[in-house]
């Protein structure tokens, strides 16, 4: 696959599947609808303050998010999660997910805060394939 069709992959699908760890063995996931950087190096995902993602990326910021698309193509994103209330990138996730003012207020409402994967590992597949190849975006 090629890193065009891997980023199409990522926005055919919309949503991604989150997966953490807590407790220090227990993986869990949920869909969240991450936003790829400009750059292609970085995830971006809103979270709720309350939320029990936040506890597990601090302790364990090892996160990985599965995509897949309606042809069955998947990507794998293993990253580092880091938790944070910068403005500047929580208007970024504001102004291209519109489904965020259903949650928050704004992008300064205290509710409001995010998390930035930094990319490691990606590796997509086809179902035509024997085996996932890694890409390099």
Known sequence: MTKEEVIDLMKDAGFGFLATIEGGNQPRVRPMMPLLSDDGKKL???LL????TISQVE?????E???VDRKMWYCRVAG???IS???EKKEILWNNIPMLKQY????DDPNFKFMEVDIQELEAMTPHQKEPEKINL
Do not use: E
């Not at 302790?59 to 996160?63: A, E, H, I």
């Open 49 to 52: 303050s309350r939320s029990r």
């Open 104 to 107: 928050f207020g704004s992008p």
């Open 65 to 67: 998010i599965c995509f």
């Open 85 to 87: 209330d910068n403005l």
């Open 80 to 82: 580092k999660g880091t």
């Open 59 to 63: 302790s364990n910021p090892q996160v």
């Open 44 to 46: 971006l995902l809103a």
